[in-house]
């Protein structure tokens, strides 16, 4: 049997040792293995649909501006919103117009800013009065009044040239001025004003096709 030299199995010895020491690697607490899943953002909800008002869609966009002015109103909860069932073959672009209180609509033709139009004002010291007094009033005021029967009774409108002027003799009809019409409506408090720079005819004209719109 040969023996090794000292140093030699010395030598083996420790390697011998130090092989058996050395433990196989463990797994990092963070090892991908055992770490837990990164969150992810949720997926966004999706948007709403916006479904727009059948009533409101398939309205004139003069009836939607009215509308939309009038909801926008101090006075709207008594002065309802009127329209006009023709407009007596004027033709013109509907806007907003400013009546501070209450709510208006001017529509405009090439070269004719605010041809025709009406408002509602907003409310005066003395629009509770009953409607007898109101009939009195226009009748002193203006030049010409008439009935409108196809409004809620009673309705009436008292009208001339802007500023409650009559009619010139050389100008009976009004045309190229403003012609005004104050006018009052069954149930409700305000006093509407309706005008035309279209003539005497005209205005006369919207004020039989005034009606009022359905808000619901």
Request: aromatic residues 6%.
């Amino acid at each position: 049997m040969h023996h090794l030299p000292a140093t030699a199995a010395a030598l083996a010895s420790l390697l011998l040792v130090t092989a058996c020491d050395r433990a196989p690697p463990q797994a990092s607490a963070t090892s991908t293995a055992d770490a837990p899943p990164t969150p992810t953002a949720p997926a966004p909800e999706p948007l709403p649909v916006a479904i727009s008002s059948p009533t409101a869609s398939f309205l004139p966009p003069a009836e939607r501006l009215i509308l939309s002015q009038w909801r926008k109103a101090e006075n709207r909860a008594h002065c309802a919103p009127l329209h006009f069932r023709d407009t007596a073959g004027a033709k013109g672009t509907p806007r907003a117009a400013r009546f501070s209180g209450g709510w208006a609509i001017a529509w405009d033709q090439p070269g004719r800013r605010s041809a025709f139009g009406l408002a509602g004002v907003a409310l005066l010291p003395d629009d509770n009065a009953p409607a007898k007094d109101h009939r009195a009033r226009l009748t002193g005021q203006w030049p010409m009044m008439r009935g409108l029967q196809r409004l809620p009774q009673p309705a009436f409108a008292g009208y001339g040239l802007e500023g409650a002027a009559p009619y010139l003799a050389e100008n009976p009809e009004g045309y190229g001025l403003n012609s005004l019409a104050y006018v009052r409506v069954g149930g409700q408090t305000c006093t509407y004003n309706v005008w035309s720079r279209l003539g005497r005819a005209h205005l006369e004209a919207l004020l039989e096709n005034l009606t009022l719109l359905d808000t619901g």
